[in-house]
Nanobody, 124 residues
Framework: VQLQASGGGLVQAGGSLRLSCAAS????????MGWFRQGPGKDREFVAAISSSSSSTYYADSVKGRFTISKDSAKKTIYLQMNSLKPEDAAVYYC??????????????????WGQGTLVTVSS
């Protein structure tokens, strides 16, 4: 699976952005998908994940209620709708794919495939 993230940019605090992650490969629907982020000087952290069937979604506490992950299987694309953005949300955002049986959704080591990252900047 190859992943291509897009949609990052500069937004004011309180604003919204929608990130996209387009996948290639016939087995896209088999994978759990996740979003992670890495801010300046910080470790990569879990943001959100969606199960292969789209029946379950998971969020970091820091984004719960503000971010929404979704999946369009026909387009082989996942999205991260980010609302009420805060300066602390600024980071490079990465999408990733993992086999459903492979580890915890919040653990970056569980993911086999990664996109290149898209930069989100939030001005205060």
């Amino acid at each position: 699976v190859q992943l291509q993230a897009s949609g990052g940019g500069l937004v004011q605090a309180g604003g919204s952005l929608r990130l996209s992650c387009a996948a290639s490969g016939r087995t896209f629907s088999w994978y759990d998908m996740g979003w992670f982020r890495q801010g300046p000087g910080k470790d990569r952290e879990f943001v959100a994940a969606i199960s292969s069937s789209s029946s379950s979604t998971y969020y970091a506490d820091s984004v719960k209620g503000r971010f929404t992950i979704s999946k369009d299987s026909a387009k082989k694309t996942i999205y991260l709708q980010m609302n009420s953005l805060k300066p602390e949300d600024a980071a490079v955002y990465y999408c990733a794919a993992k086999p459903p049986i492979s580890g915890r959704y919040y653990n970056s080591n569980s993911y086999d495939y990664w996109g290149q990252g898209t930069l989100v900047t939030v001005s205060s």
